[in-house]
């Protein structure tokens, strides 16, 4: 089953379903992301249990080292 998404202002198709699918669909696993669902924060320990829904908005951030 299909979950369709907006992914950073972009529609995405998504077939797992949770946060750590999305993370590993978009090949981002293992970096320091920020993950927003509906304009709400979502902590890194709860992405293997937040489930999401058609029509969800997600904005991911990673941040990049440097100085």
């Avoid at 509906?38 to 941040?63: C, F, M, Q, T």
């Amino acid at each position: 089953m299909m979950t369709t998404l907006t992914v950073n202002g972009e529609p995405f198709s998504l077939s797992g379903r949770t946060v750590a699918d999305l993370v590993q669909a978009l090949n981002l696993s293992g970096r320091r992301l920020a993950v927003e669902v509906n304009r709400d924060i979502v902590p890194k320990s709860a992405h293997a249990d937040h489930v999401l829904r058609d029509g969800d908005v997600v904005e991911i951030v990673h941040a990049i080292g440097g100085g």
